[in-house]
């Protein structure tokens, strides 16, 4: 069974930069894409980007200039980096998986992280 | 960026009722199109990939169609688990676009 797990700090201050970490376990990393989702409280998804196993990456205009995504096949790790936060990035962040349909060859996120809630707060 | 639009964006429904969820695109996306179900507190779970391919282990009363720009999502008979919210997201083009979702409650 596929987990994935987010960690890192809950409250960062404003300016700063926010940093999570998603542990994948259950399957090898390679041959996926992985996602950074988040989701401001009682609001919609946003999808951040994601990485491929290669490191290529694709991120979302909206954040592009402030988001670095990161991968450690090692450590079956993939990393996220949200630089000069505000108020307006407090939000649960979700690490998932996108994968191809075998039929449809369409992509879907089929594996999510419980989520994590990060705070930007003085 | 292509635009999700979902209706109604909160609905009451009685155990049995047949529920209906529509999701709009502000172009067409062909059938690239997925749905998933969030409960309060968890995280998102695909229900449906590529418009009407049910996922495995997902109830069978869970459909979904349409093509194009327009899209719905039916529950054939609402059962009380079904408490949730229902997220549209197209994956058709980067960004990846959810959207803002329709409450399901039970009456």
């Known amino acids: 069974q596929v987990q994935l797990q987010e960690s890192g700090p809950g409250l960062v201050k404003p300016s700063e930069t926010l940093s999570l970490t998603c542990t994948v376990s259950g399957d090898s990393i390679s041959s996926y894409y992985w996602s950074w989702i988040r989701q401001p409280p009682g609001k919609g998804l946003e999808w951040i980007g994601y990485?491929?196993?290669?490191?290529?990456?694709n991120y979302n205009p909206s954040l592009k200039s402030r988001v670095t995504i990161s991968i450690d096949t090692s450590k079956t790790q993939f990393s996220l980096k949200v630089s000069s936060v505000t108020a307006a990035d407090t939000a649960v962040y979700y690490c998932a998986r996108e994968r191809f349909d075998i039929v449809t060859g369409q992509p879907a996120f089929d594996y999510w992280g419980q989520g994590t809630l990060v705070t930007v707060s003085s | 960026d292509i635009q999700m639009t979902q209706s109604p964006s909160s609905l009451s429904a009685s155990v049995g009722d047949r529920v209906t969820i529509t999701c709009r695109a502000s172009?067409?996306?062909?059938?690239?199109l997925n749905w998933y179900q969030q409960k309060p507190g968890k995280a998102p779970k695909l229900l449906i990939s590529a418009a009407s391919s049910l996922q495995s282990g997902v109830p069978s009363r869970f459909s979904g169609r349409g093509s194009g720009t327009d899209f719905t999502l039916t529950i054939s008979s609402l059962q009380p688990e079904d408490l949730a919210t229902y997220y549209c997201q197209q994956s058709y083009s980067t960004p990846w676009t959810f959207g803002l979702g329709t409450k399901v409650e039970i009456k």
């Open positions: 172009q067409s996306i062909s059938s690239y």
């Open positions: 990485i491929y196993y290669s490191g290529s990456t």
